[in-house]
T-cell receptor, first 113, second 113 residues
Framework: EDKVVQSPLSLVVHEGDTVTLNCSYEVTNFRSLLWYKQEKKAPTFLFMLTSSGIEKKSGRLSSILDKKELFSILNITATQTGDSAIYLCAQVGSGGSNYKLTFGKGTLLTVNP | DVKVTQSSRYLVKRTGEKVFLECVQDMDHENMFWYRQDPGLGLRLIYFSYDVKMKEKGDIPEGYSVSREKKERFSLILESASTNQTSMYLC????????????FGNGTRLTVT
């Protein structure tokens, strides 16, 4: 069974800190890895990673994938209180007649002023 | 922007009732999904559908069924609601491309008493 493990499960930082969130996966037929941010409502899409070593960047957020070691990291620099959220990673594998997404349990990030 | 609409934000039902959760997407997406989200367990896939009238079981299908009569609508049915089905239910949709990111609805918080 595919398994996605995120660490840490929760993290409390001060505004301005830099954080690194981790996601490791075990898959037999890897297609891509996705990162989502969830505040009070639905998860919103951040990044999709398919190739090793290529950094995806959006403002203060960046992410990279290591397919050899089977992990991904999400970096947030100069954190703000608005970054407080649950960050989810999900691995896309093949399964059935389409693809199957397996989510990690998420990292709860709290950014204090 | 993709819009995924869930018919109810909050729902309270009694044990044994039949419950319908409705989800509509406006982007002509082939794939639609139902997840439930519980503290400490993350997002777990209940069912997904890759085409009209097609469905596949996810990780936790027991106690649920689904219906997809039209491409834009995916319904989750609890035939006889039980207290352990109290949860946040999230609907999502995605395009046909492998690894396409999911777009989530705002969720339905169901309480079964």
């Amino acid at each position: 069974e595919d398994k996605v493990v995120q660490s840490p499960l929760s993290l409390v930082v001060h505004e301005g800190d830099t954080v690194t969130l981790n996601c490791s996966y075990e898959v037999t037929n890897f297609r891509s890895l996705l990162w989502y941010k969830q505040e009070k409502k639905a998860p919103t899409f951040l990044f999709m990673l398919t190739s090793s070593g290529i950094e995806k960047k959006s403002g203060r957020l960046s992410s990279i994938l290591d397919k050899k070691e089977l992990f991904s990291i999400l970096n947030i620099t100069a954190t703000q209180t608005g970054d407080s959220a649950i960050y989810l990673c999900a691995q896309v594998g093949s399964g059935g007649s389409n693809y199957k997404l397996t989510f990690g349990k998420g990292t709860l990030l709290t950014v204090n002023p | 922007d993709v819009k995924v609409t869930q018919s109810s934000r909050y729902l309270v039902k009694r044990t044994g009732e039949k419950v319908f959760l409705e989800c509509v997407q406006d982007m002509d997406h082939e794939n639609m999904f139902w997840y439930r989200q519980d503290p400490g367990l993350g997002l777990r896939l209940i069912y997904f559908s890759y085409d009209v009238k097609m469905k596949e079981k996810g990780d936790i299908p027991e106690g649920y069924s689904v219906s997809r009569e039209k491409k834009e609508r995916f319904s989750l049915i609890l035939e006889s609601a039980s207290t352990n089905q109290t949860s946040m239910y999230l609907c999502a949709s995605s395009g046909a491309g492998l690894g396409s990111p999911l777009h989530f609805g705002n969720g339905t918080r169901l309480t079964v008493t």
